[in-house]
């Protein structure tokens, strides 16, 4: 296995050879849509080439040779011309092809709150003009048809005003979980088409321009169109498109009567579809049909296409384009999920891979790490209708500005809609449009935004980059979105240059605070350049250290790298206040045994040669990411963790874990939980299960990824009366918390 130096690592050059020494997982590039050569058996499976022989040496599993990634799709040459080039979808005039998605915020959870008409309003000061507003039934019309209340009345229509002030134009996603339809009398469907046209003309009351029926997903009117769920035999029933259609077709048509054809129309429906771990089927071992059928019951491309062509011909004014995994909610809005395993670009919710070239009709762009999946099948829609077609599903102009100005330019799709970008940096639009995309805020794909982990699943959700995002205004969240310039110049002193002392520093400095930022290191960064290593170029996590390191520039931030702070250098400095930010401390593993199996320390795995049977001790992400990518470059894996299994992977979000458990489950990871190694010896570990019983397994080396123990030995004694303890050094979890406590950290001091 190539391996870097520490040293050259640790002074900052990892990140440069980390592709070409270590990650590697990447393949020759290729044009945008083109089929990727799939790997012979020989060539996946041949772990080295014969004698005499030129082939290269495949040192990783034949998962990261099934979808080649390219390394070039990320440039940024062109002038986005077209990106903000005018559109008019229906009635309404947009300057640019970026439009906020239904989805995200939850900020509707309090009812109607400061915070919810501020999240939009935010978004419309960012410079996004259309913005989707996700179903909330507190600002749907009462079904009783009684009409809104005047308080519920003048909340809407300031929601609106606010939003218009920024030149936003809003509208409403309709929306409603399918259920029963195939029970449903023809009498019950016409009441259902009702009650949404109802809705729709509530929201024009309001001054919203416009609804977009969610026809995805697990929606009613999803499961009309669909040919999995519609077992009807009547006119809205299997037997024809135009059947599968109609619940859609004549609620559009009554929308329009109703609200007149100046009221925009958007019918949101799954483009391509593909099985995806459907659930509530029968146990296989019944060998029931429904279990086996479900993959040739998906709507293909062309049968999306033939649905949106009676979509546009009852009066749609655009197609909101998304990709359909059966049986995977939360990948129908981020099919980028499937990128979010190191070596195993492709994962499925079945703990199996996708080939991109066979999977998915072939259609879907796999080799751009999920950014932009559905341009391809964009512009098939687009070719064959005359409506404008927009497309979600990782479309992020800024993270890989040429290939998505090209989309455009090409006529694949006319706008992009968006959610998690917009969220993670509310003046998206605004800065790409000024040039200042080193500024932007990158979204991490790490879906936090979404359901939280074990620990925080008392939230809907969070930001992993905006520690604003559904805290503001809530109990232990900031008050406003604005900060509050300093009473009172502090002298600052941050300690520790990762994600946690960026982010106080960059706000402390905002407020007007002199602050200096003291890194022992020779770079910034902290923990970002080895966890990008771990986990691979999803997640983004160079490009968000790169952006904290810009902004602590923007913000005038001094920063000293290179310099290790004592309890003398803080007495030296005599700051107003200290904020630590140093990382945690990895406990020691004292494993009994003969002493010759080799204990390495998480933050050196990578770099140390080391045996084929592995045992990762830990329960945590890191752990879990570890034992993916020793999984992957061929190690047999087994984890042992004193916790529960249920606190297994507890700081990922539960969708990116439920990638993760099941894909090591497949390649043959095994776990202990709540258990312990009690001796290693002759390279068998002796593991003392939760029940008490001792199972012996192979062991060449062992991987601590243990929790990390608080690290604020520091502040002992400093003479300093305002200090604070943020990220791994005061409670270790993941770089959301770490980002949170440094945000309020800088608004506290």
Known sequence: MSKISRRDFLKGSGAAALSAALVGLTGCAKEEGTPTPTPTPEAVHTPAPTPGSTAPVQDK?????????????????????????????????LNHRMVKSAAGSA????????????????????GVELIYVESVAWLEPPADGSGYTAEMLGYGKNLVAECAKYGASLAYQISGFGMGENDMTVDQIHAQQDRYVAIAK??????FKGVELNSAGFNMGAHFVSRFHNKRTDEYGAGSIENRARFVTEFIEKAKAVCGADFNVQILIDAIEENDNIANNPTIMTLDKEVTVPHTQVNSVEDGIALAQCFEKAGADSMHLRIGPLGHHVAQFAGDLYFILNGIEGATGFGTQYDFDRHWQGQVIGDTQGAGMLLNVAAKYKAALSIPCGAVTYMDPAHAPDLFEQALEDGKVDFFL???PLTVDMEYVNKLREGRIDEI?????????????????????????????QRVMREGGPAAYELTPAEKVKK???IGGGPAGMEAARIAALRGHDVTLYEKRGALGGLLDFAHMVKGPHENLLDLKNYLIRQLELAKVTVKTGTEVTSDLIQSEAPDAVILAVGGLRDTLNVSGDGKTPVIDMDNFMFTDMGEKVIVYGSNAQSFDAALWLTVHKKHVTMVSPDAAIDFDKQQSQHAMRMMTTALYSLGVNSWPQASIKEVRNGQATILTETGVETVIPCDAIVNAADMLPNKGLLEGAAVSETYAIGDCESPFNIALAIRGGNDAGRAV
């Open 61 to 93: 599993l034949y998962t990261a040779y099934i979808n080649p990634q390219r390394e070039d799709y990320r440039s940024n040459t062109k002038e986005l011309k077209t990106l903000f080039s005018p559109l008019k979808i229906g009635a309404i005039q």
């Open 107 to 126: 900020t509707y959870l309090a009812g109607p709150t400061d915070e919810f008409l501020q999240y939009y309003v935010n978004l419309a000061k960012g």
């Open 202 to 207: 509530g929201m024009q009351e309001l001054g």
């Open 418 to 420: 968006m959610t998690r």
């Open 441 to 469: 805020a990158p979204c991490t794909r790490c879906l936090h935004c979404h359901i939280g982990s074990n620990e925080m699943n008392a939230m809907s959700g969070y930001c992993r980059v905006n520690a604003l995002t």
């Open 492 to 494: 600052v002193m941050v």
